[in-house]
């Protein structure tokens, strides 16, 4: 017989002993889109919005003496934490349940929001560990607030609900960098005016905190305490090339959100938040569009059509020179992360059955993380080593950064054409291994299927 449900009596951020329900949409209160999703949804939008105010992160490092080669390593070695935090992420959601990693997710980012408040150098060991701790609450972010929301829907409809809750992630995109010109606004930015940045970001955050408690508060279900081994799971579900092709888009989404303050400054360019309206608006309504046709058309040509776009958006920031000018790329780079995210999310985290979700989920964001560990600091060293070489550094940058997604859009559409029928089918278990794991099994959980297939072969 399936477990009783059981009221938590544990405190806002326990969840050890406890994790939560794998519902039915329909029994989890208004269906996919209900109350539990619209309080996420709001979480999300708050944590963007404090995420996306650090763009201006860029003007922090250059106060403190850092130049781009320096933004770029520190961002890099950032995402050593997520990396960290994704080795066990997938195994803690898993076995307890998203709920506890979000809220305390959520804690130490603002924690580490605030802790920025005493840094005081750009080499130092304080700025590279703070970074670490924002970056490794970040993957717990969003990794538990995916798998917390894709849970709560069958396989083909991933990709639509991952796609519906990150709009609010462009809802983020929309206000942030807005109000962070507005908050370092003048000729001269000063240590006060970063020090709002943070504490802005910081309350955002909190009101985040809140909302994630409220989704996630209710009926809850005894802990799995079984231990998956992860590496033979890894190999048994590899999602194959599709990895590849998030390190590329992970190592290619985060250059505007990075360096485009410095690439703006280089033109003599005082604000960016125009670009991130444009980018938003274009990436909201890509999404919202393409929401239902993920499960029509499969992910491939998504994931072919976003990579094109993202190619084409770097060589179009070559054509900006004033303010306007900035709609020309982000139009491109909005649609094509638009599209891009939860198309590559659906294609390889479906591989994976659902109790194993989590798993997949954090993995696929894991390439994500390897894709910013290597693509910051790459782009950050090209733009040093082209200036002492005397090239123009900014075109030698998006050009070559524009020449790998290229190839790895041909590449993937090569390597995915005679695979195309099955590519984007979700995961199914071996009769084999659902009777060898025992008849506690089937009194656990359902089987989602014993049928077959040749990727599990």
């Known amino acids: ?86 080795v066990a992420q997938g195994i803690g959601i898993d076995r307890h349940g998203p709920r506890l990693i979000w809220r305390w997710s959520m ?109 996630t508060r209710g009926e809850t279900i005894t802990s799995n305490r079984r231990r998956p081994p992860v590496l033979p799971l890894v190999r048994r579900y590899n999602p194959g090339f599709v990895l590849l092709v998030a390190v590329v888009v992970g190592g290619g989404i985060t250059i505007p959100h990075t360096f485009l303050r410095t690439f703006a400054a280089e033109r003599d360019i005082s604000q960016i938040g125009f670009f991130f309206i444009v980018y938003a608006c274009t990436a909201f309504a890509a999404r919202m569009f393409a929401r239902g046709l993920f499960a029509k058309y499969g992910n491939r040509p998504w994931i072919v059509a976003g990579l094109a776009l993202l190619a084409v958006s770097m060589t179009l920031y070559l054509a900006v020179h004033q303010v306007w000018q900035l709609a020309i790329p982000a139009v491109c780079a909005g649609a094509g992360h638009a599209v891009l995210f939860p198309a590559i999310m659906a294609a390889g985290s479906t591989r994976f059955p659902e109790r194993y979700r989590g798993l997949g989920t954090t993995l696929m964001l894991s390439m994500y993380d390897i894709g910013n560990l290597i693509g910051a600091p790459l782009v950050g060293g090209s733009l040093h080593l082209a200036r002492l070489a005397g090239w123009p550094a900014y075109p030698v940058m998006f050009i070559g950064v524009a020449g790998l997604i290229s190839i790895m859009a041909a590449s993937y559409w090569w390597r995915s054409r005679e695979h195309a029928a099955t590519t984007n089918q979700p995961a199914t278990e071996t009769l084999e291994v659902v009777m060898a794991e025992g008849k506690d099994r089937f009194d656990a959980e359902p089987v989602e299927c014993a049928q077959t297939t040749m990727t599990d072969r």
Do not use: K
């Open 1 to 86: 017989m399936p477990h009783s449900p059981r009221r938590s009596l544990d405190s806002p951020f326990a969840g050890g002993a406890a994790f939560d329900a794998q519902l039915p949409a329909a029994a989890a209160g208004g269906g996919a889109y209900g109350p539990i999703f619209w309080a996420a949804y709001v979480a999300n939008a708050l944590t963007m919005i404090a995420i996306t105010l650090l763009v201006r992160y860029a003007d922090f490092v250059t106060h403190l003496g850092g130049a781009e080669g320096q933004l770029g390593l520190i961002v890099g070695v950032g995402m050593i934490g997520s990396l960290c935090m994704r």
């Open 107 to 215: 804690f130490f980012f603002i924690v580490s929001l605030v802790a920025h408040l005493w840094i005081t150098s750009a080499t130092g060991f304080a700025i590279f560990a703070v970074r670490i701790v924002m970056q490794t609450s970040l993957a717990g972010i969003f990794g538990a607030s995916i798998t917390y929301i894709s849970r709560r829907v069958p396989p083909e409809r991933m990709a639509e609900i991952i796609g519906t809750l990150g709009t609010s992630g462009f809802v983020g995109f929309l206000i942030g960098p807005q109000l962070g010109d507005w908050i370092c606004r003048g000729p001269v930015i000063g240590r006060e005016q970063l020090n709002s940045l943070f504490l802005t970001a910081a309350g955002l955050a909190t009101g985040g905190l809140i909302a994630v408690c409220w989704a």
